[in-house]
Structure formats: C-alpha cells, structure tokens
C-alpha cells in the first residue's frame, strides 16, 4: 500500500485537520469533534443547509461548505456513515430558526442516521427536511429510482438548493427545488482501478490490465458489467445511450454537464471524455449551458471517471448561475 | 496500458477540443491551429502574458487561460515543446501594442522555441519579455539555480504577473513582478509512481511497490533520492526541510503555500500533507497567509505530489489576493 499517510487508525482526523488548517478562513468545527464542520461565518439568517456521509469522496463533503452551498456537514471514517449525534451537532450549529435541508446519497447506513437525527433536531424546537440523492442510474432500473446509489450528481443539488437558500427562500421552496434538481440528475460510471481504503491496507476489489467496469460504484459496488478496455469515444457513446435513454431530455433542451474524475485519472482524459459527450448531445440537439470538469466526488485512488447530465428549466438554471465561494468550488456568476 | 483515449496519435488535440468545447466562454484558438489557446475575450488593452510547453501537465497551460491571469498559452505533444511559429501566432493574437511577457519552465527545449518566438516577434514589432521560472530546488544545488527546472511555483508567477498587468502596469513593471514571484517560489516533489505518455504506452520509469522518488521531476527526471515509503510525517518533514534550507525565509515572514497533486494522488493525502507542512511552519514561526490546495501542474496519472512555497511581500500579497477567473483557477478577493 503506497499511500502518504501517517498511522492508518489517524487518516480521517488528520486529513481533517490539514483541511481547516489550509481553509480557516471558511470552515471549522464545533463541539470539539472536528468531523462536526460548519461554515466560518453563519451570521446569515436562512435556510441552513447540511450534508454528510463517509470519508474518502473529498471534495464531499466539506470541500462545498461555504458560500452559496453547504452550512455544515459531518464526516465519518473512510466509507463510514458519521453517526446521528454528529448529524444533530452540525443541525444545531447551523439552524437561524428557519430550518434545516439535509441533502446526502441513499445509502442505508446515512439514511438511518440522518432520519434518526432528524427526529432528535425535531424534539429539539428544528424543524428539519431531506432530499436523498440517488442519480446512479447503472445501480437499479428505472421504476426503481429509489433504490439507485447518490453520486456526483448531488453537486448539482448542494449549488442549486444553496444558492436558493441565499435567497432567503422557505424550507418548503429550498426543498422543492432541491428536490427537482435531484429528480433532473442522472449519472453513470466507469472504474478503471480500485481504491484502497488504509485501515483495510489492499484494494476493494480487482479489475484486470484491460477490464474496466461500466457503473460501478463509489465504493466498488458492482456495476452493470465488467467489460474489455476500448476507445474513449465507444465508451463514452455506451455512457452517454445508458443516461440518454434514462432521462427524459430532448431534442431542444438544456443541460449542464459535470465530467467527474474518481481519483487518479488524468484531466487530459476527461477532456476526450468532454469532446465526445459534446459531439453525441450536438448530435441530439440538446443544448449544453455550461460543463465543469474536475474531481467532485471521488473514491480516493480510483481511476476512472462519471458523467452526470443535469437537465435545466429557466429556475434551476437562474439557481445554477448564482456565484458560489467554497474551499473546493468557486464560480463567479454565469453569464 | 489503461487509459481513456481513442488513437494515441489523437491524444493532444482530442484533449484541447475537448477543452475549447468545455469551456467555449473563456477559450478559443487562433491561426486554425487548436494548439494556439488564447483568451476569448481580449478586448483589455494590457500587457499580455503568454506561456506554454508541452501536453501531460493540465491544468498547465491552458487551465489558467482567463481574467486575471494568462492571455494565451502554445501546447505541445506529451512533454514536448510547441513550434516557435505557435508561440509567435499566440504573441500576435494577444498583444495589444503594451508588449508581452512570456512565463514558462527552464526546459531546453521550450527556451530554444520561446527565445525563437521572441525575436521573430520583435522583427514584427512586438515587444516581448521573459522569465523562465526555475523553482525545483531538487534539480540543482544553491548557487545553481539556473540549472534548476520549472515546476508548480510557476502558478504563482501567472496569478502575480496576470493581476499586476490588470492593473495597467508596464511590460517592464509586469516583468519585475514575475521576476520577484519566481525567486520567492521554491518547490519540491515526491513521486509514487510513473506516469505513462500515451504514444509510448508503457510507464516512463520504475518504483518498486515500496519506494518513493524524494525530487523527480514532472517528465521522471531523476531526484534526489528514491527512499523506502514512510510516514506522510517524515516525507513531509523531509521536504520542508529542504526547501526552508534552500529559501530565505525566516521567522516572522509571512508564505503563501501550494500543496499539488501530480494527477494521481487522492485529496485526502494532500490534506494530511497540509496538516504536516502547517505543523512545521507553526514550529519555525512562518505566518501562513494561504493555502492552495489541489492539482496545479500534473504529469498525468503520476502519485505523488509537490510543496511549494512563496514567501510574501506586501506587493506579492496585494497581487496574490486579486480576483481570477480561468477554466481551472477560480478566486475571489482573498481578505
């Protein structure tokens, strides 16, 4: 295992403390429990926003607290869901008596911990809503929505219900719309390598020198199958026929992009990654708005990549265009 | 070799249209020739900087093309030079009759093709200045710095000289800001594993599954030494000590720090080196003014990483602290 690491027992902490050290003027913690991180300055009265989950996926969670996203989040160990006390601890740090949205990924163990402090936050005088991410289309059939893995694509959701909170927008309206752009989302993936998670020490599963695996998960959960190395542009039309056929997007729409590395793939691939999504929606007439490429949820080492296609109505696209200031994003307002 | 291309052959010029089309409102490229990025918009009437080299570096070059910081940028093959006829169709495309400053590394080739350019250009009229920035401290020994090659540092040369020519400085001030930058930047890298040019197909070098190259350069130049792994702790302790052996930086001085990712190497370490280098600078009493962190200058899916460090005046830090707004580097007014 060639990782930069200290004792493995100590990665999560120890990354989070490099985290607020290199970003104090934007984050810190509260309760002494530094897994607990809300926004530096939370003077702001409107709806609060918070996400969590396990570690391993940076930038999520804290890498989208601060301006225009996230309030708060609470962080686990690798692949571990924080626990509900650290959920709530974040909800009473961040609530200005206008509610609380949670907005994380449907996976069973969040799922439990988030609904248990919800209800704590609840008894406690805060009222409190959730939207659950599942934009994976490659982990259930359609009809099965609620049964898909959240993604990438919850990125989409933290800066289009963020920047709606900005507004000073109800809990109900925040909801709404981070509901829609949930629901607007779909994402598909491709692992080319594993990740290893460090107190584990090998990797989570194997693929051979020319497999790569076509949807699977962020945490090497299996995908819809296991398939010979080929040119990008074959792999990108079979990406791009699976969210296309999913979503319900036509000729004449708009779309914003999000090309996602899952670690430890080159930007110069998701750029050929970009040119051929770029061709096959010209292709379908849809409307690109904007793209982002980069390294928004990731599984450490991984390689390979996602492609989230998110589609636009005037609202979710006034909401998208909004300026964001955040340790890991940082957009000016689009034109 | 497993990689998301189609033709090797195609690599370059897939990845820069898949550039153009990713970010369509801030590049552009002129002469019909995808390898010469300039700025979309370059109505300011300014000094223009232009910089360049080769592919497998992303986001150099062009991912800091944009408000704030470069005007436009030549790209070559996988770690080769572009044309000097590139070069100068760039130098023309963004001079607006205020001069141009080139910033590039100290690699033979690029100096060969930049130095070529620059006197074409002035045959045509066009005043042009250079700083060839040279801040690996583990490719030559103090008192050689000449001989030293290029690396991360050179993000702060763009983002010092890009906001000093916003400002309407003249080419011989913008030069003098660009030249203090970089004799205020030192660097070292770490590498964990190879990187694989796509035409050749098979890794540049070697590391046995235990070792670590303390100073190899972003093409596998060798290093300094190649160690058996250990504690981020210690690997971070040894760089730093190398690099505050190397700089004229003293207690009470104030440092801007950039922790780089070289393309494979997951967030989450670069945190926990985060966590050592602020432990260090705490120790010897060296303020900390901000912290990069991310991937600034990549050799493609190479592991590992590099520590920069700039040392502050008031000058650098005003320039530092002004806005940018490229495809890669986005900041707002730092405080």
Chains 1, 2 share one sequence.
Do not use: W
Not at 222 to 251: F, Q, R, T, W
């Amino acid at each position: 295992m060639k990782k930069i690491l200290n004792n493995p027992k100590n990665f999560v902490n120890e990354m989070l403390e490099g985290t607020i050290k290199a970003h104090p003027e934007q984050l810190t913690y509260v309760n002494n429990d530094i897994r607990c991180i809300v926004k530096k300055n939370l003077n702001k009265k409107k709806v609060a926003l918070a996400s969590g989950g396990g570690s391993g996926h940076l930038p999520l969670f804290m890498g989208y607290v601060g301006e225009g996203m996230l309030d708060g989040c609470s962080v686990g160990g690798v692949f571990q869901s924080p626990s509900s006390e650290q959920m709530l601890n974040v909800t009473k740090a961040i609530d200005k008596d206008e509610g609380v949205l949670y907005i994380y990924g449907n996976y069973s163990g969040d799922i439990l911990n988030f609904e248990m402090a919800m209800e704590m936050a609840e008894i406690e005088g805060i009222k409190v809503e959730q939207v659950i991410c599942a934009d994976d289309i490659a982990s259930a059939p359609k009809g099965e929505e609620n049964k898909r893995r959240g993604v990438a694509g919850i990125f989409f959701v933290y800066k289009i219900a963020g920047a709606c909170a900005d507004t000073g927008a109800s809990l109900k309206e925040v909801t709404e719309i981070a509901i829609k752009a949930s629901n607007n989302v779909r994402t598909i993936g491709l692992a080319l390598s594993p990740c290893v998670v460090p107190e584990v020490g090998k990797p989570l599963f194997a693929l051979k020198d020319d497999e790569i695996s076509l949807g699977m998960g962020i945490h090497g959960e299996p995908g819809i199958s296991i398939e010979k190395i080929k040119p990008a542009d074959e792999i990108v039309n079979e990406m791009m026929e699976a969210i296309l056929k999913d979503h319900e997007i036509n000729k004449n729409d708009e779309a914003s992009i999000l090309i996602n590395g899952l670690g430890a793939t080159p930007k110069e691939e998701l750029y050929i990654v970009s040119r051929g999504i770029h061709q096959i929606l010209e292709k379908n007439k849809i409307n690109v708005y904007n793209t982002y490429v980069g390294e928004f949820a990731t599984s450490m080492e991984m390689a390979g990549f996602s492609i989230s296609i998110l589609k636009l109505d005037e609202e979710l696209k006034e909401y998208l265009a909004k300026p964001a200031n955040t340790p890991f994003f940082k957009q000016f307002e689009l034109k």
